[in-house]
């Protein structure tokens, strides 16, 4: 009961102070969704899409494209004009990668199976939503969480709310469930915000029913022991949950940091995480790839702190069932990212408890 | 002499090299009004915050209605209501919604009391304005206010007349004498001597993390002998004559035509008579009570509120009343 009433405080304190936030979320997804419909009348030169087309006629469309494109690659490597002929970036590689999409797709087609790609909509607005966590969301309520025991600290009122007859692991937990709580409900109105903006954009809001096939190793062609299948409804709450996992899991870092310094240099530390570590993190694979000439040297980064919320910003690459190796990562890859994610979470959030029972308050 | 409340025993605690409490030893009763006095970088502040279970002590025990306020803080934090140095509040909140929240962090929100409480720190009118656009004074009246959420049954004052204007600090003092007499236990530390004296029943006087007095302050103020003031009509022959009394000490008094004899014991009559005998006019003697100011500045070497207090003892003052106000 307690905890229901500190939760309420936490935000009301966050929705009292910090509403013109939302509100320049609001605007800048209102900015978001207005350029993307310029885009698409420019780009299109029409006001409205054409009508739907059944995902067979898009599927097999797609295998003759891949097949042309094939006997286009295999005719350049005949004629020796294919680029390298070994290593990953090879015209064998290329073409193995395309071999493996045709099949695919035929496995698809033949077994009745819808592709990810059938349902346009949500794809693109979970995609769209990830790019928008990733790059927008995550910081704002990084930032936030770093305030809300530091800001506290600096405004003094963290010493009249430790003196209350609350324990410190109660106050943890209020602020961590009100942040995760005003997060969610950011990220499903996102969610939502854009899929209007899309289903607008196509004339339709798409199939919201019907079951989705995905590969399990993305880099394997699919078959019965390479794929699962669930309906499109909880392919898309594991996505809004991923997402939530990358929310939390900043979250926890920023209560983390929040819970030892004051207000601006928890800020500050948490931005520079934020803002720092994809920018280190990417030079650093530049470098690893650019010297091994091999992606996959590079691959351990996608286990470090901020690689891992990649999932968040490319839920459908992570999820193509097309041009796997070159795209997706597949079903077991994208488990086991989360699972290191959960892990972090977990980390932060343990040693921000840690840290904050014994921390000593000047009030 | 009821149970104490609050009780404290040999605490200490440090700040890397700074020693800020060293086994201090205190207790308050029930419905007792108590002072808490020192100045500047005593370890009043930090004795505080142990209190309130905001630090934890190096050594020694704090206990409040018999729970440690460090391990046990959620059953201690049960029975006070505090407020700090500074009064803190949330600004970009009303006075009523400050209240709301932090009431209903003790559980529940209860709006007849928050009226209540409001009317009684005659907050009323404000109420409903944000707190940023509050004067010092007023956030140190709805701080109070928030400490008394719940009808506590120890209130902790730490400098509570902070940034109070005159009429403030009387309606405070008003406020605190009825809170004391309808039974609750008051731990109020503050410099203001004359609150102390004006509201507490007894006090401890804190100096350098020690303890340097503690008791009733009748008889801390009376704990170095007794003072008469007498006015004469001739004051060089009264001096004269009141210098050969064994155990007197004369002074010029301030006032004109006055003297001042301190001694040990009670030698009244023993004055008035040498004088009248010596056919010196009396026209009266009065014996005037120590200031705790006097005890204080005594004790500590410091003038209360002044910038010397993490400096050497200074010798001791030489005129008793009033010159060492800073």
Redo the contacts between chains.
């Keep these: ?2 905890l229901i ?2 939760v ?2 936490e935000i ?2 966050t929705w ?2 910090r509403w013109i936030v939302f509100a320049v979320m609001g605007g800048i997804f209102l900015l978001i969704a207005g350029g993307l419909y310029t885009y698409y009348v420019i780009s299109q030169g029409r006001w409205s899409p054409p009508p739907a087309v059944a995902w067979q006629t898009t599927l097999k469309a797609e295998i003759a494209s891949d097949q042309q494109q094939l006997n286009f690659m295999e005719q350049a490597k005949q004629q020796g004009n294919g680029g390298p002929t070994s290593g990953p970036f090879s015209i064998d590689s290329a073409i193995t990668l395309v071999k493996q999409q045709i099949a695919d797709d035929q496995y698809l087609l033949d077994h009745d199976i819808a592709p990810l790609q059938s349902y346009s909509i949500t794809v693109a607005a979970l995609f769209a939503m990830g790019g928008i966590v990733m790059f927008l969301i995550i910081r704002i309520f990084g930032w936030l969480a770093s305030e809300q025991i530091a800001g506290e600290r600096s ?3 963290l ?9 410190r692991s109660q106050l943890l937990l209020a602020k961590a469930v009100a942040s995760f709580l005003i997060s969610l409900a950011v990220v499903v109105v996102t969610f939502l915000i854009v899929y209007a903006v899309f289903a607008f954009v196509e004339g339709s809001v798409g199939p919201v029913t019907g079951q989705v096939g995905l590969a399990i190793d993305a880099a394997k062609p699919l078959g019965s022991s390479n794929l699962v299948v669930m309906p499109i409804l909880v392919f898309v709450l594991i996505c809004l949950g991923a997402t939530m996992l990358g929310v939390l899991c900043v979250q926890g870092m920023s209560l983390l940091v929040s819970a030892v310094f004051g207000r601006w240099a928890a800020i500050g530390i948490t931005l520079a995480v934020l803002f720092g570590a994809p920018l280190v993190s990417t030079v650093v694979a530049v470098i690893i790839i650019g010297i091994s000439q091999d992606p996959n040297k590079a691959h351990f980064l996608n286990y470090l702190f901020v690689n891992v919320l990649a999932p968040v910003s490319s839920i459908s690459a992570v999820f193509g069932n097309g041009p796997g190796g070159s795209a997706g990562i597949g079903l077991g890859e994208f488990e086991k990212e989360n699972l290191t994610l959960a892990a972090w979470t977990v980390a932060f959030f343990a040693a921000a408890w840690l840290l904050f029972r ?1 921390k ?4 | 002499m009821a149970a104490p409340i609050v009780e404290v025993e040999t605490l200490s605690k440090r700040f890397g090299r700074v020693r800020a409490l060293s086994e201090i030893s205190l207790s308050v009763a029930e419905g007792e009004v108590f002072g808490f006095l020192g100045p500047n970088g005593a370890g009043k502040t930090t004795t505080i915050r142990i209190l309130l279970g905001l630090q934890h002590p190096d050594g020694g025990t704090a206990r409040i209605g018999g729970f440690d306020c460090w391990t046990d803080h959620v059953r201690a934090a049960r029975l006070f209501g505090a407020t700090l140095e500074q009064p803190a509040l949330y600004g970009f909140l009303s006075g009523r919604d400050n209240l709301r929240l932090f009431a209903r962090s003790l559980g529940a929100v209860d709006e007849k009391q928050i009226t209540e409480l409001l009317d009684l720190v005659g907050m009323t009118e404000r109420a409903n304005d944000k707190v940023k656009r509050y004067s010092m004074g007023m956030r140190q009246r709805l701080a109070l206010a928030q400490a008394m959420l719940g009808k506590p049954r120890l209130l902790i004052l730490d400098e509570p007349t902070n940034g109070l204007d005159p009429n403030g600090i009387h309606g405070l003092r008003i406020l605190l004498r009825k809170l004391a007499e309808d039974g609750m236990t008051i731990f109020f530390s503050s410099h203001l001597l004359s609150e102390v004296e004006e509201l507490c029943d007894r006090v401890v006087v804190l100096h350098r993390g020690e303890v340097k007095a503690a008791g009733p302050l009748s008889e801390l103020m009376n704990v170095k002998g007794f003072q008469y003031r007498i006015d004469v009509s001739d004051v060089d022959e009264a001096m004269r004559v009141v210098r050969s009394i064994d155990g007197a000490a004369v002074e010029p008094g301030t006032i004109k035509d006055s003297i001042l004899v301190n001694s040990d014991k009670d030698i009244a009559r023993v004055i008035n008579h040498a004088l009248v005998v010596a056919g010196i006019g009396v026209d009266q003697l009065v014996h005037t009570q120590r200031g705790l100011e006097d005890v204080y500045i005594e004790l500590t070497g410091v003038a209360p509120g002044s910038p010397l207090s993490s400096a050497p003892p200074p010798p001791p003052p030489p005129s008793p009343v009033g010159a060492a106000k800073s």
């Design positions: 009961m307690l009433s500190l309420r405080n009301k304190k009292r102070s405004d003094r009122t010493a009249v709310l430790l003196s209350r007859p609350m324990s014994r000593q308050e000047a009030g």
